[in-house]
C-alpha cells in the first residue's frame, strides 16, 4: 500500500495526480484495466462491491478469495505484475442486510469485513452509512462513526493474522446510491463543506475513543458528493464553481483527500477538473460495462451483416430474453413499459444489463458470437461502420481483427479518459 500512500502524499505535495479504480466483476472489464495500468506502468486498483462479491456469494457467486483467485489469474494472463495490483471492497458494511436488525446486519457486516482482508483486499471502504431495520433515517454521523469504528477494529485484527502491507481506509459514502441514481435527476446538492468536517471530526474522535488512532492514520479519504451523478438517460456534469468550498476544505487535513463515486460518463475534462480540486481517487464502474455492452451489440449487427441472420448467434436478443425472463436487476430502477423499456433495458445508463453477462444462455452466446467472428474475420468496412475507434486502430496497427481485442480497445477508450485525468502531472 506504499505505493497508494506516495500518489496521496505526491497529490497532497501540489501535482495533480491521482488513482482510478475499476469497480467491476466482468473478467473482460478486469483484463482491460490491467492491460492500461500494465502500459501505463501503474498500479491497477480494482475492487468489488458488498453486493458483488460477499460471504454469500454476491450476485457473481464470489467470495473475496474467488474475486482475488481471478484478479490474479488475469494479472498473470496479461503478464501484470500482482505485486502492482491494490484490491480494494467498497460500501463494505450493512448494504446488503439493511432489512435486518442492526445487531444482526452489524455481525454479519463484521464477518464480510474479515473476509476481504484476511484474502488480501487492503483499501477498505468503511460504509456505515445506511440505516437497517429500526433505524432513524438518516443514520447521525456519531452512529455511523461507532459502526465504522468496529469494522475498522475487525479489519485490524484480521490484518495482524494474515499480515502483508497494512489496510488504508476510505470512510463516508455518496448520495445518491451506488451504481446511478435510481430516480430522474435535474441537480444534486454538493457535499457542504462543514458536514464534510464534522464527519471527518466525528469519525476521528471515534477511533481514538476506542484506541484507533494508529489506522485512523492510515484512513486516506473520504467520499463526499461533488456534484456528479446519472441516471438512465441524464449525467450532471461536473461544476468546479459548485464544488470550491468543498474543494478548500480537504487541504485543511494534511494525509486525505476526497473519493469521487460515481463519475462514470464524465468527459475527459470534468475527470481532470475533479482530480485537480483534490477528488483524487475517481470510481468507475457502469460505465466500462456500458462499453462493453456498446461493443458486444457492435459486434452482434457486424455478424449479422456478415454471415447472415439466419446463421448469426443474436446476442442482443438473448440478453434481452434473459432480463425479461428475470426482472430481479432492473425492475426496481426501470418504471417504463412496452418499448420505453426495450430502450432502458439495453441503453440505459445505469447499465443493469451488466448483472447478466454470467446467465448461460448470455454466456453461452458471447462465446458462439467471438467463435464465430473469430473464424471468419469481418471486413473493415463493417468495423469501420460499427466500431470507428476500432477500426482505426486496426489500421494503425495498435490491435488485430479479433473480437476480444476489439472489445478490450473499446473499454479501454474510457479507461485511457481516467488514466490520463489521474496522471497530469505524470507519473
Given at each position: ?11 497532497k ?8 479504480s475499476?469497480c467491476s466483476?466482468?473478467?473482460?472489464v ?14 491497477a ?7 458483488q462479491?460477499?460471504?454469500d456469494?454476491g ?11 481471478l ?7 496479461v503478464?501484470?505484475?500482482i505485486?502492482?495490483i491494490?484490491?480494494?471492497g ?7 442486510w439493511?432489512?435486518?436488525p442492526?445487531?444482526?446486519a ?10 476481504y482482508?484476511?484474502a ?28 465504522a469504528?468496529?469494522l475498522c477494529?475487525?479489519?485490524?485484527r ?12 476510505v470512510?463516508g459514502t455518496?448520495?445518491p446510491?451506488?451504481g446511478?441514481?435510481t430516480?430522474d435527476?435535474?441537480e ?26 494508529s489506522?485512523w492514520?492510515r484512513v486516506i ?8 451523478e446519472?441516471?438512465?438517460e441524464?449525467?450532471i ?12 476544505e480537504?487541504r485543511?487535513?494534511p494525509?486525505?483527500v476526497?473519493?469521487?463515486?460515481s463519475t462514470?460518463?464524465?468527459?475527459p475534462?470534468?475527470?481532470q ?27 452482434d449487427?457486424?455478424e ?5 441472420k ?16 428475470d426482472?430481479?436487476?432492473?425492475k426496481?430502477?426501470y ?27 448470455v454466456?453461452?452466446?458471447v ?7 473469430q ?27 479479433n473480437p ?9 477508450e ?14
Amino acid at each position: 500500500m506504499n505505493s497508494v500512500l506516495e500518489i496521496i502524499r505526491r497529490h497532497k505535495a501540489g501535482e495533480a495526480v491521482g488513482i482510478y479504480s475499476v469497480c467491476s466483476a466482468h473478467p473482460m472489464v478486469i483484463k482491460a484495466a490491467l492491460c492500461r495500468a500494465k502500459s501505463d506502468d501503474t498500479l491497477a486498483l480494482i475492487e468489488s462491491t458488498s453486493n458483488q462479491v460477499n460471504q454469500d456469494g454476491g450476485y457473481t457467486g464470489m467470495l473475496p478469495s474467488d474475486f482475488r483467485t481471478l484478479v490474479h489469474g488475469l494479472a498473470n494472463e496479461v503478464g501484470f505484475p500482482i505485486d502492482n495490483i491494490v484490491l480494494g471492497g467498497d460500501h463494505l458494511g450493512p448494504n446488503c442486510w439493511q432489512g435486518l436488525p442492526p445487531s444482526e446486519a452489524m455481525d454479519k457486516s463484521e464477518i464480510l469485513i474479515s473476509l476481504y482482508v484476511e484474502a488480501g483486499f487492503r483499501k477498505i471502504h468503511l460504509d456505515c452509512s445506511m440505516p437497517c431495520r429500526g433505524d432513524p433515517t438518516p443514520l447521525g454521523d456519531a452512529d455511523v462513526a461507532k459502526r465504522a469504528a468496529r469494522l475498522c477494529a475487525v479489519a485490524e485484527r484480521s490484518w495482524s493474522k494474515t499480515g502483508g502491507a497494512p489496510p488504508v481506509y476510505v470512510i463516508g459514502t455518496e448520495v445518491p446510491t451506488p451504481g446511478g441514481a435510481t430516480e430522474d435527476l435535474e441537480e444534486l446538492q454538493v457535499t457542504r463543506a462543514s458536514a464534510a468536517a464534522e464527519t471527518l471530526a466525528v469519525h476521528k474522535a471515534e477511533f481514538a475513543r476506542v484506541g484507533l488512532e494508529s489506522a485512523w492514520n492510515r484512513v486516506i479519504a473520504l467520499v463526499v458528493q461533488p456534484g456528479v451523478e446519472f441516471d438512465h438517460e441524464r449525467v450532471i456534469d461536473y461544476r468546479h464553481d459548485r464544488a470550491a468550498s468543498l474543494s478548500n476544505e480537504i487541504r485543511n487535513h494534511p494525509h486525505l483527500v476526497f473519493e469521487a463515486h460515481s463519475t462514470d460518463y464524465q468527459t475527459p475534462l470534468n475527470l481532470q477538473a475533479l482530480v485537480q480540486d483534490h477528488f483524487a481517487i475517481l470510481k468507475v464502474g457502469p460505465a466500462l460495462t456500458y462499453a462493453l455492452r456498446q461493443a458486444f451489440w457492435a459486434l452482434d449487427q457486424i455478424e449479422q451483416e456478415w454471415v447472415g441472420k439466419a446463421k448469426a448467434v443474436h446476442l442482443r436478443q438473448t440478453m434481452l430474453d434473459a432480463m425479461r425472463q428475470d426482472s430481479t436487476h432492473w425492475k426496481s430502477h426501470y418504471g417504463s413499459t412496452g418499448e420505453q423499456l426495450v430502450l432502458d433495458l439495453q441503453y440505459s445508463l445505469s447499465d443493469r444489463a451488466r448483472y447478466y453477462w454470467p446467465n448461460k444462455n448470455v454466456e453461452n452466446a458471447v462465446t458462439r458470437l467471438v467463435q464465430s467472428l473469430q473464424a471468419s474475420p469481418p471486413p473493415l468496412t463493417l468495423i469501420m461502420q460499427y466500431l470507428p475507434g476500432q477500426c482505426a486502430a486496426i489500421r494503425e496497427k495498435q490491435i488485430h481483427n479479433n473480437p476480444e481485442e476489439l472489445l478490450m480497445h473499446k473499454i479501454d477508450e474510457v479507461l485511457i479518459q481516467y488514466s490520463s485525468a489521474c496522471n497530469q502531472g505524470g507519473k
